[in-house]
């Protein structure tokens, strides 16, 4: 409950901020933050080296495995920090005059995040997701408010820049009001050799699966240009963010509770299939309307100047629907199968990248059209790896695919029923067309599910007892 609060309410300020932000800043605004994001985000994974997974799955002695995390977080981030800085100045070659200053600044962010890093991991070791909510809260809150007022004020893509390290200054501020771990500058070569060791190859799975979404940026920001980019995020902020807010709660709970149960691979592959099941039923409220009326979507949420994105929003539905099949990564870890976990990812990376480099060179409509065709052709191996590792029937996994799937039929079929007498009933389309066509559908997919599934409600008390320790 505290995990979705927190991310949700984060991702809905977010989201509410991006709302007002695309009437304030142009096309080309987002996709030159976007770069200088792309870039951070590589290096701050850089400084990380997966060592906060492996410190919610170390079993040792809390205080040296955190004191070790945090000598050598300062230790990346310093060198880490000073390479963005230096390299700066290629933003402003390959892309734009102001991309090498808005890289430079934003890389600062690097410090808090350092700092924040192993408090925050030990909050997740400890299922301390009420304090992690909060302050994720208030994060993205500080966030959103100052890039509204500087983007009103005419700061344009400085604004987020400037949001962004806002944020990222005061959740670090609040880690550190009365700490859950005081640090130690004591390095435990052999503790720190172990965290490093599982930690890399955690890290190096996490990283192949953010090439994909890294060079899918550069090819459409170097080969279709900066708006095509910036249409590209406001694509994201509809079909990524949802997806990472359901993912990212399913993942902070599920590592440190399947770690806890890691001994007892059919509790883990119960709890796999109803959370998996649960998410699935998610990730079609999101798919259906990317795929069946997205040219309402889009305009109506992003304003005039957005139309652009609404095929390749459309492209990216089945990706949507299949996300929560292909980021498993949870079961692999606790089951400490992280190896397999590794090569299947990198087979995924190197096989998607050059689809989407081939399709950089088309249109953005294609690019998207790539991530969809590698979740078809991935979620299913993924699942049936997944199935033996936790010794999962197969009779048991198809009952949890077809539920989504006769919802998703239900919605799809009300939607595009419904659409005709809502649209003709109107001048224009806009929020009240978009409400009018999404209740109904929403209202058939709920009936549906519930049909096939009637006791899914307490499921959904019973895993959330289960993983909180109160059953």
Not at 96 to 111: E, K, N, T, V
Not at 171 to 195: F, Y
Not at 260 to 275: A, K, P, T, Y
Not at 322 to 327: D, E, N, Q, S
Request: hydrophobic letters at 55%.
């Amino acid at each position: 409950m505290w995990a979705t609060l927190g991310v949700g309410l984060q991702r809905v300020v977010q989201t509410l901020a991006i709302l007002v932000l695309a009437r304030l800043l142009v096309p080309e605004d987002f996709g030159l933050v976007a770069i200088a994001v792309l870039v951070l985000s590589f290096a701050s994974r850089t400084t990380t080296l997966g060592l906060h997974t492996a410190l919610v799955q170390f079993e040792g002695d809390r205080q040296t495995a955190a004191d070790a995390c945090f000598i050598i977080d300062v230790c990346l981030t310093a060198i880490t920090l000073s390479a963005v800085i230096a390299a700066s100045p290629l933003a402003t070659r390959f892309f734009d005059p102001r991309a090498g200053s808005l890289l430079a600044l934003m890389s600062l962010r690097l410090i808090p995040q350092a700092l924040a890093a192993v408090p925050s991991a030990l909050a997740v070791k400890d299922l301390n997701f009420r304090k992690l909510a909060l302050i994720q809260a208030a994060e993205g809150l500080v966030n959103a408010v100052v890039a509204v007022a500087l983007a009103a004020a005419g700061w344009g893509p400085w604004s987020l820049v400037v949001g962004f390290l806002t944020g990222s200054v005061f959740g670090t501020a609040l880690w550190w009001i009365r700490p859950l771990w005081i640090p130690r500058w004591r390095l435990n070569r052999k503790v720190a050799s172990h965290l490093l060791h599982e930690g890399i190859r955690i890290w190096s799975a996490g990283n192949l699966s953010y090439f994909i979404d890294s060079a899918n940026r550069l090819f459409i920001g170097g080969m279709l240009g900066l708006a095509r980019l910036g249409h590209y995020e406001i694509i994201g902020r509809v079909v990524h963010t949802p997806i990472q807010t359901i993912l990212g709660i399913h993942d902070r709970v599920a590592v440190a509770a399947f770690c806890r149960e890691h001994d007892n691979r059919q509790r883990v592959g119960r709890w796999f299939l109803r959370l998996s099941g649960m998410m699935l039923i998610l990730s079609s409220l999101i798919a259906g309307p990317l795929f069946c009326f997205p040219d309402i979507l889009i305009p109506t949420l992003f304003g005039d100047g957005w139309e652009e994105a609404v095929n390749p929003a459309r492209n990216l539905a089945l990706f949507t629907l299949l996300a929560p099949l292909i980021m498993t990564s949870p079961v692999y870890i606790a089951l400490k199968r992280t190896s397999l976990l590794l090569g299947l990812t990198a087979i995924r990376t190197v096989t998607t990248i050059g689809l989407l480099f081939a399709a950089a060179q088309i249109s953005l409509a294609a690019v998207c059209a790539v991530e969809s065709l590698s979740a078809l052709v991935f979620a299913p191996i993924n699942i049936i790896l997944v199935a033996r590792m936790a010794k999962l029937p197969a009779r048991a996994l198809l009952s949890t695919m077809s539920v989504p799937a006769v919802g998703l039929g239900a919605f799809a079929a009300v939607a595009f029923a419904v659409r005709p007498w809502v649209t003709g009933a109107l001048p224009t389309p806009g929020f009240t067309a978009l409400f009018g066509i999404l209740i109904p559908s929403v209202a058939a997919l709920s009936l549906a599910i519930f049909a096939i599934r009637p006791h899914l409600i307490g499921e959904i008390r019973s895993i959330i007892a289960e993983t909180v320790g109160t059953n």
